[in-house]
């Protein structure tokens, strides 16, 4: 039975203090250009994203049964067929699935009153708190596996790189998220739009802590 316990809850919007390197990535710009010539707008935004957002976030471990080929077999009868995941989970006990979610992003950015600044700054606002709220999650659930005494390893996101996009599917299975407000569509797109979900192994074996790291990764 998985040892790491669950979570699902709100993740507060003043541990995200790293939403705003997000915003100058997403720009193409460095600070002091921006403040010089979008300071109004920039504070504004922030404003009212940090007092209309909620980020939301989950993740649940389940124990790896056994690996034959390319697929993984699960606690619970799921299965993800992947070559890659395979490989890089051969020493795993557990996988963490997890989901995180930013809400309110599409009402403030399609806010008709929006000015063409405004708009172009709630959408690096929106992919800066999604990518802040993902490395709140990664840093939550590695300082729980490490609690319980495990080893932990990178994370994986279906679609990323050679990891087949159609994992989606099981994750959404597994990790249930219409619990922190998400949708999965028959198209495969989620909503709201500013939702990054995954996976991570847990091992007993420290060997899970460089498996995989040779492979690209975009997060």
Known sequence: ????????????????????????????????????QFDDVFEDTDVKCRENLVCKGMYVSLDIEGIEGDEVRL????????????????????????????????????????????????????????????????AAIDERVQACGLHVGRSWIPGEGELELNLQNEVFKILDPSQIGVEFSESGLMRPVMTISGMKGASANPDIESAGQDIVSYH
């Not at 507060?12 to 403040?35: K, N, S, T, Y």
């Not at 795993?92 to 979610?101: G, H, N, Q, R, W």
């Not at 950015?109 to 993902?134: I, L, Q, R, T």
Request: charged residues 25%; aromatic residues 12%; contains cysteine.
């Open 1 to 36: 039975m998985a040892v790491i316990e669950p979570f699902i809850g709100i993740i507060p919007i003043e541990e995200l203090q790293g939403a705003e390197e997000g915003v100058f990535e997403m720009l193409h710009m460095d600070r002091d250009d921006v403040m010089d």
């Open 75 to 138: 606690q619970g009868g799921a299965v993800l067929v992947s070559q890659q995941l395979a490989e890089v989970l051969s020493c795993a006990d557990e996988l963490v699935f997890y989901a995180i979610t930013v809400h309110g992003y599409e009402e403030l950015s399609k806010d008709p009153e929006n000015s063409m600044f405004d708009s172009m700054f709630y959408d690096a606002w929106g992919v800066g708190y999604a990518m802040d709220c993902h490395r709140w999650i990664k």
